[in-house]
């Protein structure tokens, strides 16, 4: 029989779901009052680790880690620390529990440190880029296309990505953001930059600085979210803000 219950209207599978592990419980030997202990122990674990979370990326790339933590706080509009991977065993040495968000390529790395710790890590998927990618088949032989975003990591790939799409020709600069001779020889001579939207003001202020030297000033578009909008719902609800 299916329980009435508004939340069970909301969520029509819920009731199958929540039945078929307390059974698979009860198989196991429990008592129902140590499966409710159970689940309750579980759900105020999960919440207390919501209050402190932290994003992590290497060391070598830790404006991704940035750019995700930036996202975080004005999408989730929480406090996020950013912890480089080979310092996060120090810090949640130091917290009795809380939430470590990464992105999928550094899962593994970051769940093996976690593991013996009371933190959770959840996976994050990002972004595709396949709109702003579409753009360099539409490039001219001998374009320049210009990428600004505050990972280097971000920018390697990408580099990568439109090499195979354009080989040779289309010629792809990439700059951090805070590689101001960099973004500057960019908008002179960039047909198209696509930029993050923590890097989208730095950009747009080099092209008002240099605009004596532009001939014609570079169509500048400032790219979706690094991370996916899917996982930050999945965020919003792992953590209890909805």
Same mark, same amino acid.
Not at 56 to 62: K, V
Not at 67 to 78: D, G, S, T
Not at 88 to 98: F, P
Not at 155 to 160: D, I, P, R, S, T
């Given at each position: &029989? ?35 202990? /159970? ?9 207390? *680790? ?7 990326? &290497? ?8 750019? /995700? =933590? ?39 790395? =970051? ?61 792809? /600069?990439? =700059? ?9 020889? /960019? ?7 696509? *930029? ?21 000033? &570079? ?24």
């Amino acid at each position: &029989p299916r329980l009435n219950s508004p939340i069970y209207d909301k969520y029509p599978h819920a009731s199958n779901i929540v039945k078929g592990g307390l059974d698979e419980l009860l198989s196991q030997g429990c008592s129902l009052n140590e499966a409710r202990e /159970m689940f309750l122990t579980d759900i105020d674990w999960r919440l207390r *680790c919501s209050a402190r979370v932290l994003v992590t990326a &290497p060391s070598n790339d830790i404006g991704i880690g940035q750019l /995700m =933590a930036k996202e975080l706080e004005q999408a989730l509009h929480i406090s996020v620390q950013v912890a480089a991977l080979e310092e996060l065993g120090r810090i949640i040495e130091e917290v009795s529990c809380g939430t470590v968000v990464t992105s999928r390529y550094f899962i593994g790395k =970051a769940e093996e440190i976690a593991a013996p710790k009371s933190v959770r890590v959840i996976p994050i998927d990002i972004y595709d880029y396949a709109q702003e990618f579409k753009l360099v088949n539409n490039l001219s032989k001998g374009s320049y296309f210009g990428i600004v975003s505050l990972s280097s990591g971000l920018l390697k790939a990408a580099e990568v990505i439109i090499h195979s799409l354009r080989g040779n020709d289309v010629i792809v /600069m990439t =700059a951090q953001q805070e590689e101001t001779q960099k973004v500057d020889a /960019m908008v002179r001579i960039a047909k198209i930059i696509i *930029c993050d939207r923590f890097s989208d003001a730095k950009v747009r202020a080099a092209v008002q600085k240099n605009r004596a030297d532009i001939i014609r000033p &570079p169509q500048i578009i400032c790219f979706e979210n690094y991370i996916g909008t899917e996982s930050i719902n999945l965020l919003k609800r792992e953590l209890g803000l909805v």
